[in-house]
């Protein structure tokens, strides 16, 4: 264990000093574990730039703002998922996520299970106050059978979830629980679970008076913490039996039996996390790009580009956008799919409503010779939209030298605004060649193949055969080529 940085810590140092006074309430642990965390860091004689914080939310999760560190604030029950990216990302960084029992074990318990199966080299610590404290003392997973809160004023009726023994169960290599009533013991633990390769998994019991407390009759925040110390017992390694006492050690008999929890490390094992099985299997041998069943890869005369399509100058942005039903998410991943077939890098994202017909659609393609860090993109170098309503959301995204590809019966564009613009009959196209609208998408895809040469025109054939959108290829090359001939030099 390090302990190099064993000199008086001055929190100062590690702390928003603009965002204090915080605003946790009299006698939350959470404070305390807060103060845990930082001695932990100084003890590790960690820099800030190695250490990145990861909240959710909840009251456990308005700690992570009072630090002075780069913190990650995500959404409810799902900062293991944002946490598991950053660390495959920039594996040097010590990532710890900070979540608590309502948002770690109840809408993000199958986060929590599958980031410990995964072995992710990450530390996760729970706050356990056996609430929902930030909402309103609602009961929690963790709320003890028996014990009352905001929804359960006669006791709740479920056991509570044991967030240690589900952690193990899943997998984690690391697994330890401790307590806002024994500080000293809590560093040592959050130093382990730092030090240690792999999913880490520390549980801390905290307390909440303002609303576990009152509600169960068991003080405020000075009892509630000897009631911790009362009745757990430190243990070094193994997970003992439990014990059971009434009402989490006080002589309030008003709700049933509750787990005298042990603490301390309850298992730890060696074995390689998630990053080091993907480091080591991207050097065994490299894996070939996934092709659909049909789709062979693009001859090499076909695997060329210009600048036009990303290459050395940079990324193609392209988004497609109109209304559901009109097949343009399926038109952005033929492109997608066509662009990694003709050899290049491609990223493919979707948005769209929960009508199977109407409400808006959108698909973004990038393509490029180079790595791809990100998978949207703020602006984009060509758009096409096929309903006015996605011409009036997108085309201030357009970049000044983009091309816009719109359907005329649609979008009367009275101003291009210096855009090479398309005004284009691209669901009439599809009419005259289909005798339906159903594939304007694919001249859609034609037009803006054709424009950009965003991917080769024989590899966007291939995708687009193999696939067979409709149910026919024939029909569905008809569809594209069309859409080529729409724009083809006269």
């Not at 520390?202 to 925040?221: A, H, I, K």
């Amino acid at each position: 264990m390090t302990t190099a940085a064993a000199s008086q810590i001055d929190y100062r140092e590690y702390l928003r000093l603009d965002m204090m006074p915080h605003i946790l309430c009299p006698g939350c642990g959470h404070g305390i574990v807060l103060k845990a965390i930082l001695r932990a860091i100084h003890r590790l004689g960690l820099r800030r730039e190695e250490v990145v914080f990861v909240s959710g939310i909840g009251c456990s999760s308005r700690i992570v703002g009072y630090v002075d560190f780069c913190t990650l604030h995500t959404t409810h029950g799902r900062p293991l998922t944002f946490a598991t990216g950053l660390k495959l990302a920039r594996p040097a960084l010590h990532v710890i996520v900070i979540t608590g029992d309502g948002d770690g074990l109840a809408i993000g318990g199958n986060h929590l299970i599958h980031a410990a199966r995964r072995n992710v080299d990450l530390t996760c610590l729970l706050l356990n106050n056996a609430i929902y404290g930030m909402t309103g003392g609602q009961g929690a997973p963790t709320t003890p059978e028996g014990a009352r809160s905001s929804i359960t004023p006669g006791g709740a009726i479920e056991p509570a979830f044991d967030a240690c023994r589900l952690a193990l169960g899943a997998g984690a290599s690391f697994v330890a629980r401790g307590l806002t009533a024994q500080p000293l013991q809590l560093d040592d633990l959050i130093v382990q679970a730092m030090e240690h390769k792999g999913f880490s998994f520390l549980e801390v019991l905290s307390d909440c008076p303002e609303f576990f407390g009152r509600y169960n009759d068991l003080g405020r925040g000075p009892e509630m913490l000897q009631a911790q110390r009362s009745h757990v017992e430190w243990i070094g390694a193994a997970l003992a039996e439990k014990q059971y006492v009434p009402g989490l050690g006080s002589d309030a008999p008003s709700h049933g039996a509750a787990p005298a929890f042990n603490a301390g490390v309850l298992h730890r094992e060696a074995r390689p996390d998630l990053g080091a099985q993907l480091a080591q299997r991207a050097k065994a041998a490299p894996i070939a790009p996934a092709r659909r069943p049909g789709l062979a890869a693009a001859p090499e005369a076909a695997r060329g580009g210009t600048a036009a399509s990303g290459t050395a100058a940079g990324p193609m942005r392209i988004r497609l956008a109109g209304a559901g039903g009109q097949g343009i998410v399926l038109a952005g991943l033929l492109l997608a799919e066509a662009a990694v077939a003709a050899g290049r890098n491609a990223t493919h994202a979707q948005a769209y409503g929960p009508e199977s017909r109407g409400g808006a659609s959108k698909a973004e393609v990038i393509i490029s010779d180079g790595e791809i860090e990100f998978p949207c993109a703020d602006r984009v170098d060509a758009l096409v939209a096929l309903t006015r309503e996605a011409y009036d959301r997108y085309v201030s995204l357009l970049e000044p030298d983009g091309t816009l590809v719109v359907d005329r019966d649609q979008v009367p564009v009275e101003s291009t605004n210096g855009f090479a613009c398309h005004a284009l009959p691209i669901a009439a196209t599809a009419q005259q060649a289909l005798g339906t609208t159903m594939g304007a998408n694919l001249v859609a895809l034609g037009a803006i193949v054709g424009l950009t040469a965003a991917a080769p025109v024989e590899a966007v054939e291939r995708v687009v055969a193999a696939r067979r959108p409709g149910g026919s290829a024939e029909r569905a090359l008809t569809a594209f080529r069309a859409g080529l001939a729409l724009v083809a030099p006269s």
